[in-house]
């Protein structure tokens, strides 16, 4: 490192002179700007806080975008890196493989449903995305059904950034731009509980709505691929939650109507939902699992598609048969990535964390219940560690602010200056903290999201 930054000000101005940072209209960091959105920059991590330049501490309500699990810079994750560190830092992967990586696909067949007896690494989620969309298609190619070229995504689902993951995807924010490069979905309606008809039970809006996904299967089978889904809550679509009876009657359609069921598990995975995987809470297996995010507990790029045994075997014959999966990445099964996901999925195996998370869970849900009656809040829901607030202009109509209001954004900007980061999706606040959080942080977080709350709707 050839500079040193003495404080705030001095990495924030670096920063803006070249770096280009994602999701995000570089204009709102302008100190002219009409939002002022700081530029924060963080030296360290303790557990769940981060320290900027200038020693203020923020408490990290999001993980760091769902990564983090066991909090910043964990000794235990640190250890384990270091060590690996020490050994080997990389090694192609065709043709060559590691105990890391050798161990850590062991440990996924281990813990995830049965019949996922296959792993493929890549490096992020979405790539994980792009893996299973291929390995689809492909397999059907390999079985003579090239006609299967489609795929069926829900109403309001967020599956990733390049273009395929983008193409199954339905948030207009992230898609409209690039709808001319992407490919075109069959969209089924979301069981997404907060569209349910009146006096509707989320049970009731989730058979409804297997109800239309049958329809589009009827029609559309032949051409499809397979179904991906976020199960129990499509995430950047702006945290909507569904009943896993939805998961169990997808999985028979899927079986039923000769396609797969993509499951992205990448931002639900690894105790999110109160179980270690959402698929387990409807005991259902689906044909792909795409991971990442909490694989390695916030700590390194890593991802992987799990999937089944007689998918791998429509691939595997003579090269010359031209069926395998050349999809590759130049850091798959990175040592290092590895090695911290073994370490992240140990500390599962040796401490309570399911049981603590629930308890913590149960807590988050009775401090936020006042908030169902605020006259700007539509909704309080809660799926295991994943809590959210759903902000608007009239709670008996439902009606939104516009979005040019950025009420959202005043929540951010009032937990920052109160040392918490909490990033809602557009007016949907929400709750996804490590899971090292205690009860008197998660008080700091819900009182100061309740008070964001209020001068976000005020004028």
């Known amino acids: 490192m050839t500079h040193t930054a003495s404080g705030n000000a001095a990495l924030?101005?670096?920063?803006?002179?070249?770096?280009?940072?994602?999701?995000?209209?570089?204009?709102?960091?302008?100190?002219?700007?009409?939002?002022?959105?700081?530029?924060?920059?963080?030296?360290?991590?303790?557990g769940v806080w981060l320290i900027d330049a200038d020693g203020k501490r923020y408490l990290d309500g999001i993980s760091s975008w769902w990564t983090n699990l066991f909090g910043h810079a964990n000794p235990r994750i640190a250890a384990a890196l270091a060590d690996q560190a020490q050994?080997?830092?990389?090694?192609?992967?065709?043709?060559?493989?590691?105990?890391?990586?050798?161990?850590?696909?062991?440990?996924?067949?281990?813990?995830?449903?049965?019949?996922?007896?296959?792993?493929?690494?890549?490096?992020n989620g979405s790539a994980a995305i792009e893996v299973a969309l291929k390995m689809s298609f492909h397999y059907w190619l390999n079985q003579g059904h090239g006609e299967k070229?489609?795929?069926?995504?829900?109403?309001?689902?967020?599956?990733?950034?390049?273009?395929?993951?983008?193409?199954?995807?339905?948030?207009?924010?992230?898609?409209?731009?690039?709808?001319?490069?992407l490919l075109t979905p069959f969209l089924a309606?979301?069981?997404?509980?907060?569209?349910?008809?009146?006096?509707?039970?989320?049970?009731?809006?989730?058979?409804?709505?297997?109800?239309?996904?049958?329809?589009?299967?009827?029609?559309?089978?032949?051409?499809?691929c397979a179904v991906i889904v976020e199960p129990l809550v499509q995430c950047a679509g702006g945290m909507r939650m569904y009943d896993p009876?939805?998961?169990?009657?997808?999985?028979?359609l899927c079986d039923e109507f000769a396609v797969h069921f993509i499951a992205d598990e990448i931002a639900v995975g690894f105790g999110r939902t109160g179980t270690l995987f959402g698929c387990q809470q409807a005991d259902v297996s689906p044909d792909f699992m795409c991971l990442s995010k909490g694989l390695t507990g916030g700590?390194?790029?890593?991802?992987?598609?799990?999937?089944?045994?007689?998918?791998?075997?429509?691939?595997?014959?003579?090269?010359?048969?031209?069926?395998?999966?050349?999809?590759?990445?130049?850091?798959?099964?990175?040592?290092?990535?590895?090695?911290?996901?073994?370490?992240?999925?140990?500390?599962?195996?040796?401490?309570?964390?399911l049981e603590r998370n629930r308890e913590l869970s149960a807590y988050l849900a009775r401090r936020l219940a006042p908030l169902r009656d605020h006259p700007n809040v539509a909704d309080v829901r809660q799926t295991g560690m994943i809590a959210a607030v759903e902000l608007v202009a009239d709670k008996a109509s439902r009606r939104n602010f516009p979005p040019s209001d950025r009420r959202g954004m005043r929540v951010?900007?009032?937990g920052l200056k109160?040392?918490?980061?909490?990033?809602?999706?557009?007016?949907?606040?929400?709750?996804m903290p490590p899971y090292v959080v205690t009860a008197r942080e998660i008080d700091l977080l819900v009182e100061t999201a309740i008070a964001g709350i209020e001068l976000a709707v005020a004028g």
């Open 12 to 46: 924030a101005a670096r920063d803006l002179k070249h770096l280009w940072h994602p999701c995000t209209q570089m204009h709102d960091h302008d100190p002219a700007g009409a939002m002022q959105v700081p530029m924060v920059p963080i030296v360290r991590g303790e």
């Open 245 to 252: 009876i939805y998961l169990r009657g997808l999985r028979a």
């Open 412 to 414: 951010y900007l009032h």
């Open 149 to 181: 070229t489609r795929f069926i995504a829900l109403t309001g689902s967020y599956h990733g950034e390049t273009l395929g993951a983008l193409s199954v995807s339905d948030v207009a924010l992230y898609r409209k731009t690039y709808a001319p490069l």
């Open 418 to 431: 109160l040392g918490v980061l909490l990033r809602p999706l557009g007016d949907v606040i929400y709750f």
């Open 299 to 353: 700590f390194l790029p890593l991802s992987a598609v799990l999937t089944t045994q007689a998918i791998y075997e429509a691939f595997y014959a003579e090269y010359s048969a031209g069926k395998a999966f050349l999809h590759s990445h130049s850091y798959t099964g990175n040592p290092l990535a590895c090695r911290v996901a073994l370490e992240t999925l140990a500390i599962f195996r040796d401490e309570p964390v």
């Open 87 to 123: 050994q080997l830092e990389h090694v192609i992967f065709a043709g060559f493989t590691h105990e890391p990586a050798v161990a850590l696909a062991e440990e996924l067949v281990r813990v995830t449903p049965a019949g996922l007896d296959r792993v493929f690494y890549a490096d």
């Open 189 to 224: 309606p979301s069981p997404d509980a907060y569209e349910g008809e009146s006096g509707e039970s989320p049970e009731q809006t989730a058979k409804r709505r297997l109800v239309d996904m049958r329809r589009l299967l009827e029609k559309h089978a032949h051409e499809t």
